[in-house]
């Protein structure tokens, strides 16, 4: 095929969705993977139908192990390669951690830190070969401020995937390979839904905190070209950044255990 692929995780709704819609826009074949199949395949007619792009969808659940393996393996037997990997998928946990099953950490960890890691590992090289390529890792703001009360590894895992990308930009720099994390704050999604806390989070957060999936999307997608290792769309989250970085630790970890019960499910 001619046009490159685009494998979007959790790519059934909210960002994940409308980074797939924007990479389409740019003449992006998409694959698209989220649990949802009947999700997946309606968001695929509607991108093949709206920019005339091939779509495959591919229900995978990444919890389980081998579901990055059988991704690439289901691509590579319809004759494709991945050009851009967008690591999306993602959830949170509630709870404090102690209150919360092992289990489901261990979950956690394998959809949010060693899936990801593991796609990008598999595909680099080929990028590499071709030099061509575009990773993009969905992280958060909450990796780039103090610890929180609850969600206990939401933030370090997000942090993880910023280091994580920092070093790969470095990598693979001069070789046609871009790698950025994208770190959103407040963006309406389904991801609160999920969480159980949208009532309580609009309750105390103003309307200029929050963006849309789309512009989210769209700022991911033109810091993968830049190549720019990290980037915080909106102007608001940028300051919060900004703020993060130059308030004392002290002083930032006590404010942000004022905060974390006003915006975590405990």
Known sequence: MD????????????????LARTFASHGYDLALTARRADRLEALGAEISQGFGVEVLTIAADLEDPKAP???????GSK???????????????TGTYA????????????????????LAHKVLPGMLERRFGRIINVA???????????????????????????????ETRSTGVHVSALCPGFTYSE???VTGTRDQIHQITPNWLWMSAEEVAVAGYEAAEANRPIMVPGVQNKAVA??????????AKALMG??????RKI
Request: proline residues 3%.
């Open 3 to 18: 046009r490159k692929l685009a494998l979007v995780t959790g790519a059934s709704a909210g960002i994940g969705a409308a």
């Open 69 to 75: 393996q059988a991704i690439l393996d289901h691509l």
């Open 79 to 93: 004759g494709r390669h991945v050009d851009a990997l967008i690591n999306n998928a993602g959830y949170g946990l």
């Open 99 to 118: 209150e919360t099953r092992w289990e489901d950490q261990a979950k956690f960890i394998q959809v949010m830190l060693t899936a990801p890691s593991e």
């Open 140 to 170: 958060s703001l909450a990796g780039l401020v103090p610890g929180s009360e609850g969600h206990t590894l939401y933030g370090a895992v997000k942090s993880y995937l910023i280091k994580f990308s920092q070093s790969l930009h470095l």
């Open 191 to 193: 991801f609160h839904d």
């Open 242 to 251: 900004a703020l993060a970085k130059l308030v004392p630790d002290d002083l």
């Open 258 to 263: 004022g905060q974390s019960r006003k915006f």
